[in-house]
């Protein structure tokens, strides 16, 4: 006995060795800032913004038309703000409402960047209009804020791109590296009309960028909990979408004399088997990136969890979220309360992780529901795109220009839950990262595609001067 507790007293010992050891191994990935020289920015963006909102480029659904005179009206906002802009850089209208800008530059031998943005919104649901502190589409300005819809998503970054190029066109500033502009019109319902086309348009012409960038990414403010600094999340990758139908079929019947198997008994019972079967947690890249960079800026025993995750795996990756997440979103059937119904239906959505496809999500399914139930794939459905690298020269410059212009963040890598314009760039663009300095906290959060979308004064400013830094960081 005394044999056997001296042994695990030993192995107690190792364990715990092994455990500090790789913790104090565990080194800040910080770099360190620059000095920069930050641009004057005229309060007169805040109307340019402001004017920006008030065009109800809104995507309801995939097969609805755009509205032209929407869509139309705020491109001819774009020409009459930004005349520098559109004078020095060629313009490309990709299937008439997707914006496709080239400003040329000096050097042919450098690959160029894309800076991405889309014009369209969310719809605003009518019973909340009373909850918004401006009309939606008012584009107010208050003493703090810009208030409206697209302000956070995404019309802030495409505007705050325009406005640092026109500063550097008054200044005379000539790119080296040819730089393009790409804003699709309909990333709001998947984008397949518009950063899709501008993409393979780009293909066509023999374009391979060094670097993409588009939204995605942002500076969180206390929102990592043990990181009081703000976090700047560059997302390297982004989780694929994908929707279900559960169909079950029956006869049907009287409801004084059910049978065995109810129509909508199948169907629950399958949506009950897919959340408490869901997909495994796996630790991939960027995850572990995101445990290197993370890791040596928390307190000291959540530093240990996030230095062994040979340890802690489980635990971290479920509070990274880390696993293709299963979500019944929608459910139909029955249209009587004393009738069996004949047909019942759910829709089952799942973001899917990189190193998993839709075709392996519905054999998950297919494995886990009743034979009595039909499935298929319904709606828009993208796989996971590559992930792009955390050592790259691309990343080392965006990484440097955001630790310059905003010191006190941590920057860390990671992955993005939802879904972006940018993965139609994967196969012209060495390197896609997700990022733009839109500060949020936790209530900021809720303001996307919710109520009272705003964003602060100071943040926008914010948002063009990193545009501004980062242009001439990449020339």
């Known amino acids: 006995m005394k044999k056997l507790i001296f042994a695990l007293l030993i192995a107690l010992v190792v364990i715990v060795a092994i455990l500090l050891i790789n913790t104090f191994r565990l080194s800040s990935k910080q770099v360190d800032p620059e000095p920069i020289e930050r641009v004057t920015i005229s309060d007169e963006v805040y109307q340019n913004l402001s004017k920006a909102i008030q065009y109800k480029t809104i995507s309801f659904n995939e097969d609805a038309i755009p509205d032209s005179a929407e869509f139309f009206g705020f491109h001819r906002f774009l020409e009459e703000t930004f005349p520098l802009l559109h004078a020095n850089l060629s313009l490309e209208k990709?299937?008439?409402?997707?914006?496709?800008?080239?400003?040329?530059?000096?050097?042919?031998?450098?690959?160029?960047?894309?800076?991405?943005?889309?014009?369209?919104?969310?719809?605003?649901?009518?019973?909340?209009?009373?909850?918004?502190?401006?009309?939606?589409?008012?584009?107010?300005?208050?003493?703090?804020?810009?208030?409206?819809?697209?302000?956070?998503?995404?019309?802030?970054?495409?505007?705050?791109?325009?406005?640092?190029?026109?500063?550097?066109?008054?200044?005379?500033?000539?790119?080296?590296?040819?730089?393009?502009?790409?804003?699709?019109?309909?990333?709001?319902?998947?984008?397949?009309?518009?950063?899709?086309?501008?993409?393979?348009?780009?293909?066509?012409?023999g374009v391979q960028a060094a670097m993409t960038i588009?939204?995605?990414?942002?500076i969180a403010e206390g929102m990592v909990p043990g990181v009081e600094a703000p976090v700047a999340m560059i997302n390297l990758g982004e989780k694929g979408f994908a929707s279900f139908r559960l169909i079950v079929r029956t006869n049907g019947g009287h409801s004084s004399a059910p049978p065995k198997e109810n129509t909508i008994g199948i169907l629950a019972k399958s949506i009950v088997d897919l959340e408490n079967n869901q997909l495994p947690y796996k630790l991939i890249p960027p995850i572990d990136s995101q445990l290197e960079y993370l890791g040596p800026e928390l307190p000291f025993l959540t530093r240990v969890a996030f230095a062994n995750p040979w340890l802690f795996k489980k635990q971290l990756l479920e509070g990274l979220n880390a696993h293709t997440t299963t979500a019944p979103t929608i459910i139909e059937g029955g249209v009587k309360n004393n009738v069996i119904p004949t047909v019942a239906e759910a829709t089952i959505n799942f973001r899917i992780l990189p190193g998993e496809s839709i075709e392996s999500v519905q054999a998950h399914i297919e494995s886990i529901v009743s034979d009595k139930v039909q499935v298929e794939p319904v709606g828009f459905l993208t796989n996971p795109p590559a992930v792009s690298s955390a050592d790259s020269e691309s990343y080392k410059i965006l990484e440097k220009t955001i630790r310059s212009m905003f010191p006190e963040t941590v920057v860390v890598p990671g992955l993005l839950g939802g879904a972006t314009d940018s993965r139609y760039f994967i196969d012209i663009s060495d390197d896609v990262y997700r990022f733009y300095p839109v500060r949020l906290d936790p209530k900021s959060m809720e303001r996307f595609h919710g109520i009272d979308e705003k964003i602060s004064k100071e943040n926008y400013k914010e948002i063009i001067q990193f545009s501004y830094q980062l242009i001439k960081n990449f020339n």
Do not use: C
């Not at 699709?184 to 780009?202: F, N, Q």
């Not at 588009?214 to 942002?218: K, M, R």
């Open 94 to 205: 990709i299937n008439t409402y997707s914006l496709l800008y080239k400003w040329q530059g000096s050097d042919e031998s450098l690959k160029p960047i894309i800076l991405m943005s889309h014009q369209d919104v969310v719809p605003v649901d009518e019973p909340t209009l009373n909850q918004w502190e401006a009309g939606p589409f008012e584009g107010k300005i208050t003493d703090t804020h810009i208030i409206g819809r697209g302000t956070m998503d995404d019309k802030s970054t495409l505007i705050a791109v325009m406005e640092a190029i026109e500063k550097l066109l008054e200044e005379n500033y000539q790119p080296a590296r040819t730089i393009y502009i790409a804003s699709g019109h309909d990333e709001e319902v998947g984008g397949p009309k518009g950063a899709a086309k501008i993409a393979e348009y780009l293909k066509s012409q």
């Open 214 to 218: 588009d939204e995605g990414g942002y």
